[in-house]
């Protein structure tokens, strides 16, 4: 099958990985599956160091007539079966550019706030085959976007293969000792993603490990001074030799094995990619139970589940698992395997190609 994944944002987050992750397993499984980017997009670097094909098209917006025009008349040259596309925006530029091309187009919703102005899209969301959500968290709040039965849920797959050697030498790295106790975050550094309870919590635990660090790995979104405020947070805290700031890693999956325990703090995570990531690398988590982490994290069986925006029961099941090498290797232990049976690459690569089949025999004629 001839497959085109579509975005259009410049930055490169959760739901870009998820959109290389998805390219790359559709590959592996056979089909021809290419990536449409904007020139000055993050993503096309990313997908190339996977070896993953990039086509560039100056897409500037669902309004714009000349963007509409370019894609179409790509996807006709190239015989394209799914156009795939990501976020609200490329919705309305799959679903016009797709008119006469025969072209079916899927879109997929990797977060839990609400569409703008849906009301006057309707029309373009009425052309999507399906739409996907990546956890029924996700699916519920997308609830009224396209009819029921074209609404479904593939939760995001990751690679279960992992680099063992980009932990420890992230701590010799940052000068922590191989046995230090070192709880660890990736993540967007933004104000959703609860990162000012996360420092509170580790600001809790200094008495009881006064050795404790916190590697953060993510950076904030340009030009939105959020990682300034952290490291303020921080410093006011007394945390700034405690706190490591590490910026953007490409082998960010790779580096939760240098914590260990791997925390999610966010006030509302749509499916916890990097949860998944921690879990595969047998590292236990603790994760705020909202949104989507539920459906990844058994309470007391990977690892823990807190309410949000609550930092004394972060800190009290961090201390938990800091304090029992044995339970944080049980955690970590059930935690990859849940990831091996629920949640690889393969997997949402096959559920991701259904749901195409199934849209595709919608189609008329």
Sequence with gaps: ?????????????????????????????????????????????????RGLPVHVLPLRDWY????????????????????????PRDWF??????????????????LLRPVAHVALKRSFLQRL????????????????LVVPERLVTVPNGIELETEEQAGPA??????????QPVVGCVAR????????????????????????????????????GHADDLRRRAAGLGLEDRVHFCGYRRSAADLCA???????????????????????????????????SPELVDDGVEGFLVPPGDPVRLAARLDCLLDSEGLRREMGRRGRARVERDFG???????????????LARVPG
Excluded at 1 to 13: A, E, G, K, N
Excluded at 14 to 42: F, I, K, S
Excluded at 66 to 86: C, K, Q, T, Y
Excluded at 93 to 110: D, K, Q
């Design 93 to 110: 530029i799959a679903a016009a550019a797709t008119v006469g091309t025969g072209t079916v187009c899927v879109g997929s919703r990797h």
């Design 64 to 87: 714009e007539p000349v963007s509409i025009a370019r894609l179409a008349a790509w996807l006709r040259r190239e015989r394209v079966a799914i156009l795939h596309a990501h976020n």
């Design 1 to 49: 099958m001839r497959i085109c994944q579509l975005s259009t944002r410049r930055d490169f987050y959760g739901g870009e990985v998820c959109l290389a992750n998805l390219a790359r397993g559709l590959r592996q499984r056979g089909h021809q599956t290419t990536c449409v980017v904007r020139p000055d997009a993050r993503l096309a670097p990313e997908l190339a160091a």
């Design 258 to 292: 240098a914590f260990d325990v791997h925390v999610t703090s966010s006030l509302a995570e749509p499916c916890g990619l990097a949860t998944l990531e921690a879990m595969a690398r047998g590292r236990p988590v603790v994760a705020t139970a909202s949104g989507g």
């Design 129 to 144: 085959g399906a739409m996907i959500a990546v956890s029924d968290a996700v699916r519920v709040s997308a609830a009224g």
């Design 170 to 179: 992230l701590r010799r790295e940052l000068g922590l000792a191989p046995r």
């Design 345 to 359: 690459l393969d997997l949402m690569a096959e559920r991701t190609e259904a749901v195409y089949l199934e849209a």
């Design 189 to 224: 550094l933004s104000p959703e993603k609860g990162l000012g309870d996360l420092l509170q919590a580790v600001s809790l635990l200094r008495g009881r490990w006064p050795q404790l660090a916190l590697i953060l790995v993510g950076e904030a979104p340009a030009g939105s």
